[in-house]
């Protein structure tokens, strides 16, 4: 895996201990999973090295695990990788990396660049070693137990990828959080905040659609739909005023449906508060479902 590497040493991390969890979590889909360091000595990079049972080849599915780890990352941690990349994984052949704990960045050059471009995971290889970003391993092993299950889960899969552009359009630190709920009437500073945030809005309704479907008007229906994750319609969310789950569905489609929906529209402002609010509730609904599916909390 290219841009994410594993939890590391100077956050106080126990790496042995993150491989032992991170292992049994991907034990169901017969995937071994190590660590592999990018560089020599003291500059090296930590790197997940991971193979399929019986050493298949299968880039797709590589890809697939790799990004439903980021679109975890992105759900109990935050944006972690920009989507400019070509590639999120690399292929490496087990004879290069076996009884092997540090590869040089130059081989992995190397050998990308021997491959015919057909067969290329990279189309430049010089950005094999790149930017590598980890966290604690707390949201690393929720992010391993919620690939396991989005991996093979098409609904789950789309909606934790929804969830995942919403926060890379916006996004609120846990630490600003309280400022943006508070401040009800700001606004984007910019159109193209503004188109940011419309991207942001419809995505955190699509993600929610990927679990419940199109919320019905009959609001009989529509408790049984967020019933059938494991949520109670009534139960109240929200940073600034608490309101019922079901309630702040109801205001995510309209605010979608009048104000970001159609080009013709011209009241379109959606405020940074309000749309805090309607991610947030998206996030409760696709890590309700996720868990709902795993059978346990994606924490540990």
Excluded at 22 to 48: F, K, M, Q, T
Excluded at 183 to 212: G, M, W, Y
Aim: net charge neutral.
């Amino acid at each position: 895996m290219l841009r994410v590497g594993p939890p590391i040493r100077c956050y106080g991390e126990d790496p042995a201990r993150h491989f032992r969890i991170v292992r049994n979590e991907l034990r169901p889909l017969g995937i071994v999973i190590r660590r592999a360091d990018l560089g020599s000595g003291i500059d090296s990079i930590g790197h997940y090295l991971f193979r399929f049972p019986h050493y298949r080849r299968d880039d797709a599915a590589a890809t697939r695990l790799t990004e439903a780890f980021l679109y975890g990352m992105s759900l109990v941690h935050g944006p972690m990788v920009e989507d400019y990349h070509d590639s999120l994984v690399i292929r490496v052949p087990d004879s290069m990396v076996r009884g092997v704990t540090r590869i040089h960045p130059e081989t992995l050059v190397d050998l990308e660049r021997s491959r015919p471009p057909e067969n290329r995971m990279l189309d430049i290889p010089e950005g094999v070693p790149g930017p590598v970003i980890s966290t604690t391993s707390d949201r690393h092993e929720a992010a391993w137990r919620i690939a396991v299950v989005t991996s093979n889960d098409e609904a789950l899969f789309d909606a934790t990828r929804f969830l995942a552009r919403s926060h890379d359009n916006f996004y609120v630190s846990p630490g600003q959080i309280g400022e943006v709920a508070c401040d009800k009437e700001a606004s984007p500073r910019t159109s193209s905040h503004q188109t940011h945030f419309e991207d942001a809005l419809h995505n955190a309704c699509k993600a929610i659609e990927a679990v419940v479907g199109d919320p019905p008007r009959d609001d009989r229906k529509f408790f049984d739909k967020i019933k059938g994750i494991g949520i109670d319609p009534l139960e109240k969310v929200g940073y600034g005023e608490r309101v019922p789950i079901s309630t702040v569905i109801r205001k995510m489609n309209e605010a979608r449906d009048k104000r970001s929906a159609h080009g013709s529209t011209r009241r379109r402002t959606i405020r940074p508060a309000e749309l805090l609010e309607f991610q947030a509730c998206a996030e409760v609904i696709v890590l309700a479902a996720i868990e709902k599916a795993r059978g346990s909390a994606v924490f540990g």
